[in-house]
């Protein structure tokens, strides 16, 4: 399990670390910089290969270091989905199979740099950053709603069968019921920023990401569970600068 994942997380960042290499050739004539903002504060919207439609959240903030370089401390909140998840529907939609939710809270610290400046209002700003710290996973329940009777249980596949599944629980439902284990992440990523004023700031930020923890989490009990997750990503996002 464990050589497989390293080798998934292989693949999936080999891209981003040429993207990293031809961009520091391409750029590295606009090394030592000057820039005109010593912090900024963004949040964002996650898409990633372990998630759903929209994968998580996440607010960060940079302090400047020097001419081009600045120190980055973040959050993130992030819903790891089992990648055997299918949504079924009868009265409403659920999982099958689906025993736990896994809830990852990040915390996060680098250090990013900038590859090249824009011209005033116009063009695109590229930096390079890495990232990473502990993890907090927060495995909670997955209720469905069962059987004639219409009771809300957790799905446990020795006792529920498919046609007797009405759909899942309620939003947040058995959250009180929720374990904890713990981890750490560690990322790569390049920043797109497309902001057209000084004081704001709104882009792009492709990367890949490496999470592990402690013991497997087992989100789907009839699948192959794990403890380390690797993942591909995007995350849009907007904030400002002083």
Known sequence: MIDKSINKISKITLAIAVCIMLSQSAFSQFSEQQIDYTKEITWGLNKNTNGGL???????????????VFQTYAIELSNVKHPKELSYRQASSFVWGKQNFLYSIRGQYG????????????????????????????????????????????????????SK???????FQGLGESKLTV????????????????????????????????????IMPTQDNRAIFPSAYFTLFWGTRK
Not at 54 to 68: A, P, Q
């Open 183 to 218: 981890g750490g992440n560690f990322k790569g990523y390049l920043n797109f920023e497309f902001g057209a004023f000084k004081n704001n700031v709104a882009g792009l930020e492709i990367g890949a990401m490496l999470e592990a923890y402690a013991k497997e989490v087992v």
């Open 111 to 162: 250090r990013e740099k900038l590859l090249f400046k824009k011209a005033p209002q116009q063009g695109v700003q590229i930096s390079m950053g890495a990232a990473g710290g502990p993890s907090i996973g927060i495995i909670a329940p997955y209720y469905i709603q069962y059987g004639e009777q219409n009771t809300y249980e957790q799905f446990d596949p020795e006792k529920h069968a498919f």
């Open 54 to 68: 929209i994968g998580g959240i996440i607010l960060k903030m940079g302090v400047s270091r020097g001419n081009d």
């Open 165 to 171: 599944i009405l759909g899942s629980g309620r939003l």
